[in-house]
């Protein structure tokens, strides 16, 4: 016989399902609908007579001889040249990324490890600038960009995503570092090791996915920003996001909507591919941050 305390959890399971899948309906579809209609043409995309026109093509068939199409790839990425936002946008990202984890890392072990009063009021101080918006950091850098002239660089817009992100990692690594016992660094250093050695070699493996866990939100960061980017680089240095809006014109200046759809796409499909390649590592990294070791 089926007792009440399995009928309510089967009851709660079709309830959590029924949600998960109106979430993944509402989060998933308009993704799928916009990569469906990256392959049409305008007419057939955003027809406002008939909306089952993007799904049979009916103006791209019309236009192209097909009912499917790479216009908006290729004047996306051959001729509004694509490629070099996202060349830019991998800079960026990987050094704003190697610098935050690098600093991050260091000194959210040193922190975690310290026993003095100071230790809680950097972290404190850190959690302000983090609640900060992002565009109150950024104007206090404008004069002193335009001053010394190196405004639109991709260096200074590194330099402040890392000022923005470095709270956030500094937390994060802190967080995993109190949940790893002091005596792993103790034996080590009993062992030989110094306290940088037993930090390398003993307590950085054990954090790893932490570490992935940290860096993956680094790089979404610096991956997605639009208000930093847009306002510190120039049209040479201009990232994707930033890239994808000007594909959209003005009202002074028209533009081309579907090489921003087809943009889009270029750009939220590896973000899919790197959290299906590093799950494993993020599920173990925010496991580890709400586990006590």
Not at 15 to 23: D, G, L, Q
Not at 57 to 72: K, P, S, V, W, Y
Not at 190 to 200: N, S, V, Y
Not at 222 to 235: E, F, G, I, P, Q
């Amino acid at each position: 016989m089926t007792t009440i305390s399995e009928t309510r959890l089967s009851t709660l399971q079709v309830v959590s399902y029924f949600f998960v899948t109106v979430w993944l309906v509402i989060a998933a579809g308009p993704f799928l609908w916009t990569v469906w209609g990256s392959f049409k043409v305008q007419g057939d995309f955003f027809s406002k007579a008939d909306w089952t026109n993007a799904i049979y093509g009916i103006f791209t068939q019309r236009e192209t001889g097909a009912a499917f199409t790479f216009n908006g790839y290729y004047g996306a990425w051959i001729v509004e040249e694509f490629w070099r936002n996202v060349v830019n946008t991998s800079i960026i990202v990987f050094f704003t990324v190697v610098i935050s984890l690098t600093i991050g890392t260091i000194g959210g072990y040193a922190l975690a490890r310290s026993g003095y009063r100071y230790a809680f009021w950097i972290l404190m101080l850190a959690l302000v600038f983090r609640a900060m918006p992002h565009i109150t950091l950024v104007s206090g850098y404008m004069l002193p960009f335009f001053e010394w002239n190196i405004w639109g660089l991709k260096i200074t817009t590194i330099v402040v995503l890392v000022a923005i992100n470095q709270p956030f990692t500094l937390w994060m690594l802190h967080s995993f570092f109190l949940k790893i016992p002091k005596d792993m660094d103790e034996s080590a250093m009993i062992d030989g090791c110094t306290q940088f050695q037993a930090f390398r070699y003993v307590i950085v493996p054990v954090m790893w996915p932490g570490v992935i866990t940290t860096g993956l939100f680094s790089f979404l960061l610096a991956y997605n920003d639009y208000a930093v980017t847009s306002m510190l680089l120039s049209k040479p240095n201009e990232t994707m996001v930033p890239a994808v809006a000007s594909f959209l014109g003005t009202v002074q200046v028209q533009g081309n909507i579907m090489f921003a759809v087809a943009a889009v796409v270029s750009s939220t499909a590896p973000l899919f591919l790197l959290i299906m390649f590093f799950q494993r590592q993020i599920v173990s990294g925010l496991t580890a941050g709400a586990v006590k070791g």
